[in-house]
């Protein structure tokens, strides 16, 4: 059997403990958090990452600002030469923030996930070598997730990367493209950090995962929107580091159409009031506050079959009407 956690100090930092006390899972959660959290990749998920062919990264440019992005490959694109290394042997799609913010020395996240089989693996740790078919990650965490609210997705490769030039378009405010690929989303990513000193060796950027209905990302006006947060792992990953780092990446999927919407700004959350119970299921909100962004067409060479709902989603509901946003002003 694996060995997990064996450090003196909390696998999770202060973010997340704060968190995890205030709402009463806090010993529970530390004694999971001992036993799944490691500083190594479990051969299982060495395996499970040689057969992705996608893998979701989660960067922080030189203002401090995060950026969730997407690497592609062959499987086998992502290997690992032990068991405290990753190598990528992938270089970042036109038009991703990745290609600005990596470099050696960096903090880095990546959830490799398969939406046709809702597993998913996290991994934070450090860029130690840049090189010219990639780059390699020092492990700093790794740990599994459950499925829920990921949408069962087939997917094809296509069989090569886009290398022509494709209209990347500047998002200051949310325009009518950027709100069809909002509107009707059922999955984005999310890149969190936070640059605590006393963090220890629970440090690093962190890229999840966030799934819900068509519509579960209401938009509030051209650079606000709320989002519902389910019942969970109660790890608070990404709501512990927006405890103490209020900044947040996005990343919106156009499935069929291969688009990609890459948004940063600031986030916060709303643990109380009357707006929680307006989307049925949610136990707390997510509110983010664009800062600037960039639309790609037609980048990501994969497509996509119509999704599965994940049977989690069967608990919850859609926004109220008293709270469904007003017309927006593009």
């Given at each position: ?5 064996s450090?003196?100090?909390s696998?999770f930092h ?6 995890q006390?205030?709402?009463g899972?806090?010993?529970r959660?530390?004694?999971?958090g001992?036993q ?20 979701l990264?989660?960067t ?7 950026w969730a992005?997407?690497?592609v ?6 290997s690992t ?33 398969e ?8 991994l934070?740790g450090?860029v ?6 990639g ?7 790794s ?12 997917f ?19 325009g ?10 059922d ?6 950090a ?6 220890g ?5 962190d ?21 519902p947060d ?7 990953n ?8 209020p ?5 919106f999927?156009a ?5 990609l919407?890459?948004l ?5 959350v709303?643990?109380?009031?009357d707006?929680i119970?307006?989307?049925e299921?949610?136990?707390r ?11 790609v067409e ?6 996509w079959?119509?999704p599965?709902?994940s049977?989690?989603l069967d608990r919850t ?6 709270f469904?946003?007003?017309e927006?002003q593009?």
């Open positions: 059997m694996s060995s997990g956690w450090q003196v100090e696998p202060a973010g997340e403990l704060a968190i006390a205030r709402l899972v806090l010993d959660i530390d004694r999971q001992r799944m959290i490691r500083p190594y990749l479990t051969q299982q998920h060495r395996q499970f990452f040689a057969q992705l062919s996608y893998v990264v989660g922080v440019d030189a203002d401090g600002n995060p992005s997407i690497l490959g062959n499987p086998g694109f992502l030469p032990d068991d405290r290394t990753l190598r990528v042997t992938a270089s970042p799609l036109l038009g991703d923030p990745l290609i600005h913010t990596i470099s050696e020395g960096t903090q880095i996240g990546l959830l490799g996930i939406l046709h089989t809702r597993r998913r693996n996290r934070n450090i130690t070598t840049i090189h010219s078919e780059f390699e990650i020092q492990v700093g965490q740990f599994g997730n459950c499925p829920q609210y990921i949408q069962a997705r087939q094809e490769l296509e069989g090569h990367l886009v290398t022509t030039p494709q209209p990347i378009h500047s998002v200051e405010t949310i009518e493209p950027e709100r069809g690929m909002i509107t009707i989303s999955t984005f990513f999310i890149a969190t936070y640059q605590a000193a006393e963090a060796a629970a440090s690093g950027v890229v999840s995962h966030r799934g819900g209905k068509p519509g579960f990302v209401r938009l509030d006006d051209n650079q606000t929107f709320t989002v389910f019942s969970g792992n109660h790890c608070f990404t709501f512990g580091n927006l405890e103490l780092n900044r947040a990446g996005l990343l999927l499935f069929e159409q291969g688009d919407l890459y940063t700004g600031t986030a916060e709303i643990w109380d009031g707006e119970n307006a989307y299921g949610a136990e909100l997510l509110r983010f506050h664009l800062t600037h962004g960039y639309r037609g980048s990501l060479p994969l497509r079959s119509e599965e709902f049977p989690f509901g859609a926004w109220c009407s008293n469904q946003s007003s927006i593009s």
